[in-house]
Each structure stands twice: as C-alpha cells, then as structure tokens.
C-alpha cells in the first residue's frame, strides 16, 4: 500500500466576519477534499501537547509520528539538519530572520519576504564578519536562516517574530544565560542593513534555539521507506533525521507562488521507489502570518486545484493507497500567529469507510480524535480498516 501525508500548513482558521462569519476552509471553494471527505472520514488531531508553543517544528514531528515531549530539541537544529550543517553535543544553533523593524515596532518578521539573493548576500556578509569570532551564519529560503555557535552552554529563552507582528520588539528580546552574547551580535549587525542596501530588511532575530536532536528512523518505527518534499528546511530537516528521502522541486519556494502541480509530480515519482511521502506546502501559513484573508482562500484553492487532481489521478496507477489530508496547527489570519487548537483531518483510501461527512472543515462531525496528535502515524498507517 502506498501512503500520502499532504500537510497544508496553518489552513485551519477561525470564523471571519469578512467571509460572512465562515472560515476560510468553508468559504474557499475545495470540491476536491469535499469529495475525498465524502468518500472517507473525517477527524480532529491534537497536534500540540500540553504545555508546548504550536510550532510547525512540534506540529509536525506528531504528524509525521514523533512523539516531540520525547523527540523534540529545537527547531533550528532540524533546520541545520536539512542543509547538512554537523552539530556537536554542545553546540547551538538559532534561527536568524531577517525582519523589518519600525522603531519600536516589529514591522514584519520576514522583511517583508526579501528576496532571496539578496537574503543570500546579507547572510554571507554576517558571516564574513562574525566567522573569525566562531559564529557562523548560514543561508537558508529567503528570511529564514541559521546561525551556530559553537561549545556554548546556553539556556535561554526566545520568541519567534511572527508572534510579535505589530507590538513592541524590546520586550521580547533573548534572555537567559548567554542572550547577553545574542544581543551583541544584534546590535553590531545592524550596521550592515545600512544605507538600505538588503531591501526592507533592517536587522537579525533570534529564535528556535536547540541542539542536535536523537531521532530514530521513520523504517525503524513504521516500517516504510519514506520522502520528503518539501521547500523549508524546518520540514526537509525533519525529513533527513528520520532518515526519509528529502525531494528537491524546481520551483517550491515555501511562499504562497510556490510549484504547486510540481510538488504533486514529485511525490507520485518518489511513489514508485518509496511507500511513504510527507507533502509539506506552506502557502496557507504564509497567508495567514501576512493577515490576508484573500490570499489564504487562494492558498487553499490552489492545493485543491492545483495539486489534488494530480495526486489522486496518479495513485490510481498504485492500486492500494490512502491520503491522510490536514494542517499541522491553525494560522488565524486575524491573530497572525499559531494557536494551539486540534487541527481538521480527512483520511481517504483503501480500507477506510465513509462515515457521513460530505463538508471538510473545522466543524465537520469528527470519527476519530487524535488526543497525542503523534498516533495519527498509527491510525492512519497501521490500522486494517477506518471506522469500520
């Protein structure tokens, strides 16, 4: 049997009064998964353990089938992973934004999406800079990037930018033992964005501070071959700690323009070799991160549009399969940040029976709920028959 995870990051939502009071997965038009959810079930999963920030790192380690209260050390360690950066026991590496400051303000946390040769060029200026101190910075997909450090013994306390979209940076700044180290090299860098020479972007943030994680491999625990496409290193990070096949495809750009139809072609190839793939698209998130409730709808049409027709007329060459279709954590595009709320799941496929639900949504009448949101890999990998 063949097996699709499609994760559509931050899709899930809140009722907009702009929308009539609807979300944007009942106001988008997606007669796609609508079909897949009639012909399937459909179900919520708690992706967020208690206690933890509703990261896309957290988020989707349990859709993957990580338990993150066992697996999870950080973010920008797995994002290190993805771009083949060796860490140490003892090293530590954060993500670096590059933002948009105004005053006192934290104007956007992606510079406003620089592009990424510039981002590049920036990066590559940091580290040409601070490398003879140790500190290396490294490039990453436009605003998200990675610096590490080297023998530290940090423990310190951060916050992602997105979360502070419009309020008062100061307050949110590092702290802890050795942020005194992160705020210098803060303030020694903004010399660099003088002049405008990187576009909006005016200064570096820290954040998703880890070390190397201790993984075991996605064989071991569900016994598949599995691959990852994916354009953001976070998710391609993931991907190469588990030991999945990490899927380059020209023209994912982890933004809402991405390659939608080529990330559908990639999986299906990766098919024919693999029995798993994990499907990661971004486009959602970004949406909502931006406040834009238009551009969120089009994310969400796009993926049933673009990709599905695709995905599902090429599994049919497979015979046997299931698609496992959901969001790794809600992105409000009125709160413009992650809210740490079950996410809506449909699952379609060999094995699985329809249960009623004809509408997929975040109030659909749910078969199954996922309490420790890492047994989706169980229910959905492992189990005979759905709602049988």
Known sequence: MKFVVLLTDGMSDHKIEA????????????????????????????????????????????????????????????????????????????????????????????????D??????????LDSIFRPEGIEFYPGVGYRNLMVMRNVDFDMKTTPPHDIMGQGWKKYLPTGRGSEKLLDIMQRAKSVFDGGKYARANSIWFWGEGRKPDM??????????????AAVDL??????????DVIDVPGATGFIDTNFEGKAEYALK???????????????????????????VKAVENIDSRMLPILMEGLKKFGEFRILITPDHPT??????????????????????????????????PTFFIENGYRIADYFLKSAVING
């Open 216 to 229: 075991p491999l996605f064989k071991e625990l569900y016994g598949l071959n599995g691959s990852v496409v």
């Open 270 to 296: 990766t098919l024919e070799k693999n029995d798993y793939v994990f499907i990661h698209v971004e486009a959602p998130d970004e949406a909502g991160h931006m406040g834009s409730v238009e551009e969120k």
């Open 19 to 114: 929308l009539g009071g609807k979300t944007v997965m009942q106001y988008a038009k997606k007669p796609n998964m609508d079909k897949l959810l009639t012909e399937g079930v459909g179900g919520f999963i708690k992706t967020t353990p208690e206690g933890y920030y509703p990261g896309s790192d957290i988020c989707n380690l349990s859709v993957m089938g990580y338990d993150p209260t066992i697996y999870y050390s950080g973010r920008s360690p797995l994002e290190a992973g993805s771009q083949g950066i060796e860490l140490g026991k003892s090293d530590m590496a954060f993500r670096c934004n590059l933002v948009t400051l105004d005053g006192e303000i934290m104007d956007d946390f992606s510079a406003h999406h620089i």
């Open 332 to 365: 409000p595009v009125l709160k413009r940040t992650h809210v740490a709320e079950p996410v809506p799941a449909i699952i379609y496929g060999t094995g699985v029976k329809p249960d009623g639900n004809t509408t997929y949504d975040e109030f659909m009448k």
């Open 235 to 244: 998710i391609r990070g993931i991907g190469r700690f588990g030991g999945l």
């Open 116 to 125: 990424a040769k510039v981002a590049q060029a920036c990066i590559k200026e």
